[in-house]
């Protein structure tokens, strides 16, 4: 009996030159970020006086040696511990500063000719776009793996003792994150550093903190101050849609419903009550989270600003002096 062996059909170029570019930007990423990524060994103390060994990644920011991690990976410990890089060197660090209310910290590796990360924006990023993670979980070895931006203008809350605060525009991406990962870098296809791997949301969904403007003046002040000073009004709220009149003559759908007011704060002493409308502050016009944390910056810090609130259908103007945010 004869046997008639049937062939795979042509294979289409275009396909394989796709397939070939695509693993081409991500090899490219890989080679260029591998070096700046580091493995983080950190001891935590827990309860009972035990100590325990734990870890993440961190990025080189700097050829002297500040690198950018997560807040979460350094918290509780000693302030220090040992970075690995894929050279092979091992090289002490310490921790310079930390935002757990944004999920970043700097820290200073004990090295010198470092390779540093380009940073990148991640405003410019649009959804589908490649994106490529890069962390290093285990020493010496960089953890690569590749994907897309799935969605933008998510929020993460975090948490630093008593305060809660909403994290904006974080980045989600169907990209895998491996354990340890936290603290490496996500990175856009030409291997700026576009955001901080931050927290793994289910399964095939990634969070990161968004490298931007905002994120920039915070990693700013941790390098030079070793904290971020945050203004606060002591309010929680969130987004209520504005009464259809007033919304057309403002030109703009929403304003911020203040749920509570911290007895005391800020914005008691003001005399703003829950259930108000917060329309304006500082002179710009609030419509959700994102535009009161960005008005809300040190600079407000003791200086009497005015807010304008609908209350009960009608518009008043109150004073208020932010205080420091106690993180």
Same mark, same amino acid.
């Given at each position: ?17 796709? =397939? ?11 080679? *260029?970020?591998?070096?700046? @990524? ?16 734990? %870890? ?12 950018? +991690? ?6 509780? +410990?000693?302030? #220090?511990?040992? $970075? ?29 000719? =470092? ?8 405003? #410019? ?13 285990? %020493?010496?070895?960089?953890? @690569? +793996? ?5 969605? =933008?203008? *998510?929020?993460? /809350?975090? *948490? ?6 909403? @994290? ?10 491996? /354990? ?9 296809? &030409? ?6 791997? +931050?927290?793994? $949301? ?13 994120? &920039?003046? !915070? ?9 971020? #000073? ?9 987004? &209520? ?44 016009? !609030?419509?959700? !989270?994102?535009?009161?944390? #960005? ?7 003791? *200086?009497?600003?005015? $807010? ?20």
């Amino acid at each position: 009996m004869e046997l008639t062996f049937i062939s795979s059909p042509p294979s289409d170029d275009s396909d394989d030159e796709a =397939l070939d570019a695509y693993s081409q930007a991500v090899m490219t990423v890989a080679e *260029r970020l591998s070096p700046s @990524v580091a493995n983080l060994r950190v001891s935590r103390r827990v309860r009972g006086g035990r100590v325990l060994d734990g %870890g993440g990644s961190a990025v080189v920011i700097t050829r002297d040696g500040f690198a950018l +991690t997560s807040a979460h990976v350094v918290a509780r +410990t000693e302030d #220090r511990g040992r $970075a690995s890089f894929v050279d092979g060197r091992a090289l002490e660090f310490e921790v310079v500063g930390s935002d757990p209310l944004f999920d970043l910290a700097v820290l200073r590796v004990d090295g010198r000719d =470092l390779a540093p990360a380009e940073l990148g924006d991640a405003e #410019r990023l649009r959804v589908g776009q490649l994106v490529v993670p890069i962390g290093n979980p285990h %020493g010496f070895t960089g953890s @690569v +793996t590749a994907g897309v931006v799935s969605a =933008l203008g *998510r929020s993460l /809350p975090t *948490r630093s003792g008593a305060n809660v605060r909403v @994290v904006d525009n974080v980045i989600q991406t169907d990209a895998a994150l491996n /354990p340890g990962n936290s603290g490496g870098a996500l990175a856009d296809g &030409r291997g700026r550093v576009i955001g901080i791997n +931050t927290a793994v $949301a289910g399964v095939g969904l990634g969070l990161a903190v968004p490298i931007n403007a905002a994120t &920039r003046r !915070i990693v700013a002040a941790l390098m030079s101050e070793g904290r971020f #000073r945050r203004a606060y009004l002591g309010i929680a709220g969130g987004p &209520r849609p504005l009464p259809p009149r007033l919304a057309r003559e403002l030109g703009r759908k929403s304003g911020i419903e203040v749920v509570q007011v911290v007895e005391g704060g800020p914005a008691d002493q003001a005399g703003m009550r829950a259930e108000d409308l917060i329309l304006e502050l500082d002179g710009s016009p !609030i419509e959700g !989270i994102y535009e009161l944390q #960005r008005i809300v910056v040190s600079e407000l810090i003791g *200086r009497a600003v005015r $807010a304008k609130v609908l209350r009960e259908g009608r518009e008043h103007e109150l004073e208020v002096v932010p205080a420091e945010l106690d993180a």
